[in-house]
């Protein structure tokens, strides 16, 4: 056990490959989790992933973003949209700035190149990247949400105003 978790995490390993090895060789080849404790699914396709991430108990998402049913940034986004509450970090095999901050803008915690990953220093990542995430969300409710009332305050209010007036729209 690590002395910042206490309990296993929970990670959701999405390759296009699952039986192979590329995302879990490359974590393996970062000289493993520093300690932390892992329980490790795998999904091969982001339909999977997303039943995966529909019911409770996942901590983190490993994400490829090239898969057989799904390629580059909209795979974060449908991921992110099914599971808000979970962080996600991308895996990539090699280097694309651009990716990176397109990736980070729509709600990545991390970019991880396989190639660069530093001995010993998955596992603390692991508990950064869901520790930054339960922080952004907290935040994210406190701009949300009046502190006294428990209502939505008026950019609350907005926001969710705008979100069912696109589902409005896309229904007809």
Known sequence: MHPLSPTPISVLLVEADPEGDSLTGCL???G???GVDLEVQRAGTLEEALERLAEPG???VLLDLAL??????????RA???APDVPLIIV??????RMALATAQAGAQDYWICDEMRPGAVGRA?????ERHRLISALRSLSLIDDL????NRRGFTELGDQYLKLARRSG
């Not at 057989?68 to 986004?77: K, M, R």
């Not at 990539?92 to 700035?97: L, M, P, Q, T, Y």
């Not at 009332?149 to 939505?152: E, K, P, Q, V």
């Open 126 to 130: 692991l508990l950064y990247a869901i």
């Open 58 to 60: 996942i901590d983190v």
């Open 68 to 77: 057989p049913d799904s390629q580059g940034i909209v795979t974060l986004e």
């Open 80 to 82: 992110a949209a099914r």
């Open 92 to 97: 990539a095999d090699e280097a694309d700035d």
């Open 149 to 152: 009332t428990g209502l939505y």
């Open 28 to 30: 393996a080849r970062a």
């Open 32 to 34: 493993g989790m520093d």
